[in-house]
């Protein structure tokens, strides 16, 4: 299971999901459901992510044993 902290990143940045979709290229609906754990992100997708708020993909993302 890989848990985020995405909210928590947009809430520091004032950043709306939709806004957070469009600068990676997702659909907002995407973002909601990575922020509640119905999805894991590609590689990729993960970087861009880590890249819009200036941090490493660890910092946001984490993985735990299930």
Do not use: C, H
């Amino acid at each position: 299971m890989i848990s985020n902290r995405i909210k928590e990143f947009r809430a520091k940045y004032d950043m709306k999901q939709e806004e957070l979709a469009k600068l990676v290229g997702v659909r907002r609906e995407t973002i909601g459901n990575l922020e509640k754990g119905r999805y894991n992100p590609s590689l990729v997708l993960a970087w861009k992510i880590a890249k819009v708020f200036n941090v490493t993909i660890e910092d946001i993302f984490t993985v735990e044993d299930d």
